[in-house]
């Protein structure tokens, strides 16, 4: 199923995980999906690594198992600066024929080490090329605070812009701490003509050393009320945990008022935290 027809009808609830490193990461991620399935996700999303195609199998390979073997829709990332064109057709008839309908499309991050191929120098190259290949649904990612090789929110959400009429037709943000950038990338979504819904993505940091890498790579902003949570807990793993997973359902239930069209969970394939939050937010998602 396309996730467009779930987002038609319902506030979507989603989990992003990430192929597991571990030699049995099969029964890691049968495991994973039994432990989301209580939760019922309306779909589970399977990143992958932005150095090539090696990665990417895995990612097919689990999203496919979360389709077929555990009954939970799923989406399959696909970060495009390290591949060619013909890469990227053989990436879409295995999708096919995993029975694959949804792609979160992406540029991936630039590594310096490994330059990027140049043919999909943009994730809307990647969107136009696959919407010319295929009857696929198309994610793709956005900035609440930018993104961070953006000169100004200006230009990125005008870049946003070129990437949605591209054929993109779902949103997924970048995890944020204060939903207040939320609100406000929202509106300037709106006035530039974004029309397609988008989904909160929220990670529930759940110990100093995440949060610290997080700020670091994505750029994200902490406000006051996150860093006291820090000071006060940082140096305690329980308290530090429960206190980012009580942080994250604070920015869910605000979400959920505000009438948000999706909320989606980088669990870092973490059932337990995962279970908490849903457990907390149920009676919400239907109200
Ligand atoms: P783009 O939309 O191409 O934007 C990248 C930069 O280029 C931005 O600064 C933008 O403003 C600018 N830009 C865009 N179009 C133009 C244009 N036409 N002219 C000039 N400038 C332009 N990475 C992975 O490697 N694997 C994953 O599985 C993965 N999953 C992700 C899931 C989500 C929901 C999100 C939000 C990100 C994910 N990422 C993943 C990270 C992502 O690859 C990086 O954030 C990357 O730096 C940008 O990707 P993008 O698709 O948003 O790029």
Redesign the pocket.
């Known amino acids: 199923m396309k996730v467009a027809d779930i987002f038609r009808s319902k506030r979507v609830i989603s989990f ?1 995980i ?1 192929p597991p490193k571990r030699v049995d990461s099969e029964s890691e991620i049968n495991c994973i999906a039994e432990n989301l399935k209580k939760f019922s996700p309306d779909f589970i ?1 399977v ?4 150095g090539g195609k090696g990665d990417g199998n895995k ?1 097919i390979e689990i999203a496919s198992a979360i389709k077929h073997v555990h009954g939970i829709e799923s989406v399959v ?1 696909l ?1 495009g ?1 390290n591949l060619a064109k013909r890469d990227v057709l053989g990436i879409l008839g295995e999708l096919r024929d995993h029975g694959i309908e949804n792609i ?7 590594d310096p080490g490994n330059p990027p191929k140049g043919e999909f ?4 190259e990647l969107i136009s090329f696959i919407k010319g290949n295929g009857d696929f649904n198309i ?5 609440p605070e ?5 000169a100004s929110i200006i ?2 959400i005008r ?2 812009k ?2 949605v009429d591209a054929g993109v037709d779902q949103l ?3 995890l944020f701490f204060d939903n207040e950038y939320f609100y406000s990338f929202r509106e300037r979504a709106a006035i530039a003509g974004i029309n397609v819904p988008i989904a909160a ?1 929220i990670m529930p940091v759940v110990n100093k050393k995440q949060v610290e890498r997080i700020v670091r790579l ?1 750029g994200v902003s902490l406000p006051k009320k996150y860093l006291s949570i820090l000071d006060r807990y940082g140096d305690n793993p329980v308290a530090m945990r429960d206190a980012g997973i009580a942080y994250a359902v604070d920015q869910i239930v605000d979400l959920i008022a505000h009438g948000v069209d999706g909320i ?1 969970l980088y669990i870092l394939n973490n059932t337990y935290v995962a279970s908490r939050i849903c457990e907390a937010i149920d009676s919400l998602l239907a109200a």
């Not at 979160?104 to 630039?110: E, H, V």
């Not at 120098?121 to 809307?124: G, T």
């Open positions: 992003e990430y999303s990143t992958c690594g932005a990612t990332h970060p600066a979160m499309a992406l540029r991936g991050d630039i120098r943009y994730a809307s994610l793709a990612g956005c900035y930018g993104h961070v090789e953006s230009e990125d870049n946003l070129i990437k997924v943000t970048q993505g994505c989606h």
